[in-house]
């Protein structure tokens, strides 16, 4: 495939959300984007315990106000 191939491709960054009812990388958001039959982007990170969650940052901060990064976290 060919970057120009990739160029009007619609992809949900971090699923479809609002924030508000629906929450970024959350089930509900991955689902609204399947229903559109839309790709989903997103970020995995490891917790201290080795635990697999999905989430943007590398920092809780932004999202719920919790100052620490996910790797210091157990799951």
Not at 26 to 40: Q, V, Y
Not at 42 to 60: A, S
């Amino acid at each position: 495939m060919k970057k120009e191939d990739l160029e009007n491709i619609i992809i949900a960054h971090r699923g479809i959300y609002d924030n508000d009812k629906v929450p970024e990388n959350s089930i509900k958001s991955f689902d609204e984007a399947i229903k559109k039959n839309i790709p989903i982007e997103l970020y995995i990170h490891l917790t201290k315990d080795n635990e697999i969650v999905v989430f943007h940052d590398d920092n809780l901060k932004r999202m719920t106000g919790i100052d620490k990064e996910i790797k210091d976290m157990k799951y």
